[in-house]
């Protein structure tokens, strides 16, 4: 088994520090931890064995910071307006790329550096998260006799006890009360983010809260799976009190009052922080698809994931482990640009569930 190196950047956030965790377990993985905070990086780093840190900033990253490794992985975020900086410093350095990105324009936007990967003999991978890549890896086996599709529907609902990472409230706070962009009735129409509120039964857990989100995976699961009707993704806070009062933050928004809530992430993820003894550390990601089968018959399928004890936020990072793998095994993607769609499948999920205790069902 070949030795992969790869450099982590954002390894002491919530989602890069369990990618860590995990990816420093992997036989013939060879991962440096690489954030902007040293004090943080090494306490991560002597937890993990000893392995090694750089200091790094992802928007003053270049080719020259990337020599000597195999693989890149951006797992700092936010991604919502985030320059392309990693990418062109990967790309120059000659070194394949991944990220989590959740960034409905930086992940649209990934393949104008298409025909640069194919120059460079490299692979950039954008989304290797929970969206797109594990949601399309449960649909694409939902649908996979199916003749048509008519609705998906998305929802993914964390504990209140899980960790609040600053770049995840910035990425909320980046579209809540601002137009969103979502294919319902047959055809594209704008409505409020962190709109469309409603209460969503996910089996097995009970109702949460759900709102509209603004990510890629609207564009893509029509881009991918043309639904006839719909592609909904929404995201919900277990307390009211926080989903809610966010609703009611993004009013001033709405009405043109406010450009955006985003400059207030830090002094409202500290009184959200606040409330983390309330509600409880079960996470749940449910997916919803109706069509017709290849007789013509209607048909109803629904996936569901439960992750208890607040091993949530480890299924965001098991995409990037699952790519980490493929290169390490030497079966990276074919060069070039795109987003981690239709890549991994379930199965490349399957032990990762397993081992974190990770509950999914299928009906």
């Not at 030795?3 to 890069?16: D, K, N, P, S």
């Not at 392309?84 to 104008?112: K, M, Q, S």
């Not at 609902?157 to 995840?168: E, H, K, M």
């Not at 749940?284 to 208890?308: C, F, K």
Request: hydrophobic share 50%; proline share 7%; glycine share 12%.
């Amino acid at each position: 088994m070949a030795e992969t190196r790869a450099l982590l950047i954002g390894a002491t956030g919530v989602f890069g520090s369990r990618l860590a965790e995990r990816a420093a377990r992997e036989p013939g993985l060879l991962p440096t931890l690489a954030a902007r905070d040293r004090t943080r990086l090494d306490a991560l780093a002597a937890r993990l064995g000893g392995l090694p840190v750089r200091i790094l900033d992802r928007e003053r990253i270049g080719a020259a910071d990337l020599a000597g490794f195999d693989v890149v992985v951006d797992a700092a975020g936010p991604f919502q307006a985030s320059a392309p900086t990693v990418i062109e410093a990967a790309i120059a350095a000659g070194v394949h790329y991944i990220d989590l990105a959740d960034g409905r324009d930086f992940v649209a936007g990934i393949g104008v550096h298409d025909a640069a990967a194919k120059a460079a003999g490299i692979s950039v991978i954008a989304g290797a998260s929970s969206i797109p890549a594990l949601s399309h890896a449960v649909l694409d086996t939902l649908v996979a006799d199916w003749r048509r599709v008519e609705t998906i529907r998305i929802g993914i609902f964390p504990g209140n006890r899980a960790p609040r990472g600053l770049a995840v409230v910035q990425a909320i706070l980046s579209y809540a009360g601002r137009p969103v962009r979502v294919w319902c009735g047959g055809g594209w129409d704008e409505v409020p983010g962190w709109g469309m509120t409603h209460r969503w039964p996910v089996p097995g857990v009970g109702r949460r809260w759900a709102s509209v989100c603004d990510t890629p995976e609207q564009d893509l699961l029509v881009e991918r799976y043309r639904p006839r009707d719909s592609a909904e993704f929404f995201a919900g806070l277990e307390l009211g009190l926080l989903h809610l009062g966010l609703a009611l933050l993004a009013l001033p928004v709405r009405r043109g009052w406010l450009r955006s809530l985003r400059p207030a992430a830090r002094p409202l993820r500290a009184m959200a922080t606040l409330l983390l003894p309330f509600g409880g550390d079960i996470g749940a990601m449910d997916v919803i698809v109706e069509g017709g089968d290849a007789a013509g018959d209607p048909r109803r399928a629904r996936w569901t994931l439960i992750a208890e004890g607040n091993r949530g936020p480890y299924v965001p990072t098991l995409a990037a482990l699952a790519m980490l793998r493929r290169f390490r095994d030497g079966r990276p993607p074919a060069p070039g640009a795109r987003a981690c769609s239709g890549i991994l499948g379930l199965a490349d999920f399957a032990a990762d569930f397993a081992t974190l205790e990770i509950d999914t069902r299928s009906e």
